[in-house]
């Protein structure tokens, strides 16, 4: 089953609304947790690092006003897309690492597809 | 400059045949790891194969292995008996070890399996 849970698979929000994508982490504890961002066809675009208890480090071209990330707990991350327009619309996905274990285990949740009309 | 680098945007094999996919990296970190996965039309982020940076042996899963030259700094996926459910994008993404956990994919390679 899923280790990284996210949600919703699918979302459809009108343009100037705000959207939030949640991320769990099942099995593990993620004290940090990585989103990203993919257009069709095109590769997977980290937008920012989610530091658990801490402020996000958005990589750089990345609007940290414009995507709220908050990681509040040690399973959960979300990603809040304020103000969305149609140009918002993209897969999101989420990754957290179990340091736990080897350093190849990193997971991916399912995704989410964002469409703002 | 780019980190992770896919030169083939997209490829085509015969059904049961072998394809390698192209995957070239940069990096200055001595402790790295480098990731395959592939990405079918649903999204989801299967991961194929993991290659360590100090990992003496070439890294293989089932059908899928790993090419891995560190000194040519290429570590491209080889997938044996290729099947029709092999159809899908397929990215290589590396992990430098004094950056956390966070992957940083190459552009991805679009295969194709013909019958």
């Known amino acids: 089953g899923a280790v990284v849970s996210q949600h919703p698979s699918w979302v459809i929000c009108k343009s100037g609304t705000s959207v939030k994508i949640e991320c769990r982490s099942l099995?593990?504890?993620?004290?940090?947790m990585f989103w990203y961002r993919q257009f069709p066809k095109q590769s997977l675009m980290l937008m920012a690092t989610s530091n658990e208890g801490s402020k996000a480090t958005y990589e750089q071209g990345v609007e940290k006003d414009k995507f709220l990330i908050n990681h509040a707990s040690l399973t959960l991350s979300t990603l809040t897309v304020t103000s969305a327009h149609p140009e918002d619309s993209s897969f999101y996905i989420c990754?957290?690492?179990?340091?736990?274990?080897?350093?190849?285990?990193?997971?991916f949740g399912e995704g989410s597809w964002l469409t703002v009309v | 400059a780019q980190k992770i680098t896919q030169t083939q945007p997209g490829m085509f094999v015969q059904e049961k045949e072998a394809v390698t996919l192209d995957c070239t990296y940069d990096t200055s970190d001595p402790s790295y790891g480098l990731f395959w996965y592939k990405q079918p039309s649903s999204g989801e982020m299967i991961f194929l194969i993991y290659q360590g940076s100090y990992d003496q042996q070439n890294a293989t899963e089932g059908r899928y292995s790993l090419n891995f030259q560190k000194a040519r700094k290429s570590a491209n996926l080889v997938i044996s008996a290729s099947q029709l459910g092999d159809s899908a994008m397929y990215f290589c993404a590396m992990r430098e070890d004094n950056q956390g956990g966070k992957l940083i994919f190459g552009q991805g390679t679009e295969l194709s399996v013909k019958p």
């Open positions: 099995d593990f504890q993620a004290t940090t």
């Open positions: 990754s957290a690492r179990d340091w736990e274990r080897p350093g190849n285990t990193i997971y």
